[in-house]
């Protein structure tokens, strides 16, 4: 049976991401350490995201770990890697045999 971190974090790397208040937490590249703003976009690879400091700045997902935090439902780590596919079919592919 799964831990019920583990079941939010599954949910929640299935979720829309667009839109969501993101912190980089864990980062290759330490110029990206600590970087917040709101998911603009997303590709398979990559957040674009729009920084505390009005700047868009593109932030792999591989490598990475994120915090991202939903209203009304506190914050959320993932690891990049899980959500490395292209948005329209993270959805699928994570909740597959559900």
Known sequence: MQSPATLREKYLAAHELNGLTVTVIG???VKR???????????????IIKAD????VSVPKSGCRFRFYVSGRGACELDGSLLCYAPESRTKKLLKGR
């Open 27 to 29: 980062s290759p590249d």
């Open 33 to 47: 350490l600590g970087l917040s703003g709101l998911v603009l976009r997303e590709t398979k690879n990559m957040f």
């Open 53 to 56: 400091n009005n700047l868009n």
